[in-house]
C-alpha cells in the first residue's frame, strides 16, 4: 500500500503526464480537445479512474470515452514508460466528467439571473419617477 502523500504526487504525475500524452503522442483525432480533470488511485495501485471532458461539452462523450478505451493499453505504456519509477502500473479507467460543462451551465444561469435583477431594478426606479410626477422627479434627479 501507498501513502496518502505518494498516492497524491502519483495521480497528479499521471494528470500531467496523461494531458502531455494527448497533445503530443496521440494521433486519433477523436481524442483532440479532451481535458484531464482528475486522476484517483487506488492505494494497491491496481487501478488509476481517470476523468475526462472535452472542449464540445458530453456531445462528443460517447466517440471520445470509446476512442480512449482503444488507447487504453497505448496510453498505459507511454504512461509506464514515463512513470518508470514504478513498479508495476496501475490500470486506466476512463469516466466522463460532467463536472466543466455544469459550471458552465451554472455561470450562464447566474447572469441570467444577474441580468433579471438589473432590468428588474431600472424598471422600479423608472416607475417610481413617473409616479413622483414631473416636478418631484426633477427635484430628486440629477441637476
Known amino acids: 500500500m501507498v501513502g496518502e502523500l505518494r498516492l497524491r504526487r502519483i495521480e497528479e504525475r499521471i494528470k500531467e503526464e496523461l494531458a502531455e500524452i494527448f497533445l503530443f503522442d496521440v494521433a486519433d483525432p477523436r481524442l483532440q480537445g479532451v481535458n484531464v480533470t482528475d486522476v484517483e488511485v487506488d492505494r494497491e495501485l491496481a487501478y488509476a ?57 451554472l455561470e450562464q444561469l447566474f447572469a441570467q439571473l444577474e441580468a433579471e435583477r438589473r432590468a428588474a431594478l431600472e424598471q422600479d426606479a423608472d416607475t417610481s419617477e413617473e409616479a413622483q410626477g414631473p416636478e418631484e422627479a426633477s427635484a430628486h434627479g440629477p441637476s
Open 49 to 105: 479512474d481517470i476523468y475526462v471532458s472535452a472542449v464540445e461539452g458530453s456531445e462528443r462523450k460517447d466517440e471520445i470515452l470509446r476512442a480512449l478505451e482503444h488507447a487504453k493499453g497505448f496510453l498505459r505504456t507511454m504512461l509506464a514508460q514515463r512513470m518508470a519509477h514504478l513498479r508495476t502500473f496501475p490500470r486506466l479507467r476512463f469516466h466522463w466528467d460532467p463536472t466543466p460543462e455544469r459550471a458552465a451551465r
